[in-house]
């Protein structure tokens, strides 16, 4: 299990898909209202991580521990229920349903219907309830599932590849967004967008095929200058 | 009171229309009609709110209906308790089968369904003949007693019991569309990986739905049963297993008057068709390719579609007349 102090600890951690290994002993830690980046080049198995992570992909061996329980083994919905929700990449929601129905899947599953702090952080949610969710522009759709993930205060937030082919003015507020969410929450995010994550992140795992090769901790480091040669 | 009448006046019409047509059309076809539709709901439900193509419904429905046929040929004569008894048959043959089945991808759902149909078929024919009576099947109809209020032995007051079961289980299935129970088959139909990462077991809501769906469709066998007097292997007969898919895409899948519409058509072009020529189902199988080559939504969803469209110009017309100009 996780000492106390942290909320997430992964400890060596391999993946593969099948026989093609994917993860090499990862070794990482979050920590309370931290947020931390993970940066590496397409392929690198950033993704695959966070699926590691949440459940969706069984581990080789390591393991992934939060306060008082093991991740290792359990389902992905499991997972969620344990307060660790992943935003996926590909901003798929589900589409038949509308923007209310949306948010009252996450709300049934996390027992949590007080809807304010998502239409706080996503004020256009709120004008958009009735709209089937298959209607939605990218910003939209991402505003949604993180809105949705947000329900039943997790208590981490693994959050992949956000603002890939959205406005500049949506990924201004989407960086307001996290840094408020991160004074509840822990959240991990894989980004190509290095100004976001330099002016997001409290630290910087580099990934490269599949193995964690630098750790960038200092606001030196955490630069877009340092953090360019990783992807 | 408005919201009432809003929610139920599509069910209030449409069996008002059925209760109408009672009076123009062959008794035997309405009941038909009624106990058909209600065979098809499940299907219905599985293929559109689940995303569960069966080719197996024929042995949910045989469930009902031997359950109800054992009760009334070998234990009573009331045809409520023999109804009771099919449909919770029914209820414990999904429960024990959904745990096998809901784990399987939807084409391995549909094959082996399908085997369950052809299993239950031999069973009944074959392995369990002395308790079945084989193809003979079981005659039950003079066993059956007369009932107060709604005496199910009388085709006319049978078509009222089935009119109120249908007009029940159609608020039933309504009622579950609009519940999160109902979003959430969606949403696993809709992409079964991303439900799971809001906090949801795939499999709990499918197996649900799976009972809830085969539970209505072994009503139907009861009501067969009751309706008939009789019950044989016929009645899960391999080749009758596409009839309640047949009809769910003619209808309009996952549609909730679809079944309703699709019975109606399916049992109205056989009757029409058979008596001008044999081949009936020929017909049936141009209309469907006709249907998915033109129109995925089948005739309810279709006419739903366009009368939507139709309304929507209607609306903005007018907004644009009242616009100053």
Known sequence: ?231 | MLNAWRWWRGIIIAFSLVAIGRLFLPLPFVNEVLIFSIYTIGCNFLLGRVGFISFGQPAYLAIGAYGTAFYLFYFGTNPYIGILAGVTAGFIFALIVAPLFVRLRSDYFALVNLALAVIIFYMMQKVLVKITKGDNGLWFLTNITSTPILDLTKPSDFFIFALLIAIVLWAFYKYVDGTIFGACCLATKINETKFQFLGYSNFRIRLMAFVIANTSTALAGCLYAVYLGSVSPEITSPSRTADPIVVTILGGVGTLFGPLVGTIAYTGLRDVISKMIGNWELFIGFILVFIMLTNSSGLYGGAENALNKWLEKARVSNLNKKKPK
């Open chain 1, 1 to 231: 299990m996780t000492n106390s102090f942290s909320s997430l600890e992964v400890i060596q951690l391999n993946a593969a898909y099948g026989e093609s290994k994917v993860l090499f002993d990862i070794n990482f830690k979050v920590f309370p209202n931290e947020i931390v980046a993970c940066v590496g080049r397409n392929g690198s198995g950033k993704t695959t991580l966070l699926k590691s992570i949440s459940g969706f992909i069984k581990l080789s061996s390591g393991e992934v521990n939060i306060p008082n329980h093991n991740l290792v083994g359990l389902h992905p919905f499991q997972i969620a229920q344990l307060g660790i929700k992943y935003v996926p990449q590909d901003k798929k929601v589900f589409s038949d349903l509308t923007v209310r129905e949306n948010l009252e899947l996450g709300s049934y599953a996390s027992k949590d219907y007080n809807w304010e702090p998502v239409f706080n952080y996503f004020p256009k949610l709120k004008l958009l309830l009735d709209r089937k969710a298959g209607f939605l522009s990218g910003g939209e759709r991402q505003m949604l599932m993180i809105g949705r993930a947000i329900l039943g205060a997790p208590k981490l937030l693994l959050i992949d590849e956000p603002t890939e082919g959205l406005a500049p003015s949506i990924v201004t507020h989407l960086r307001h967004v996290f840094t408020e969410l991160s004074k509840k929450t822990s959240i991990v995010i894989v980004e190509q967008n290095l100004p976001l994550i330099c002016a997001l992140a409290n630290r910087v795992y580099a990934i490269r095929e599949g193995r964690i090769v630098a750790e960038l901790t200092t606001p030196d480091e955490i630069t877009p200058n340092v953090c360019e040669p990783y992807l």
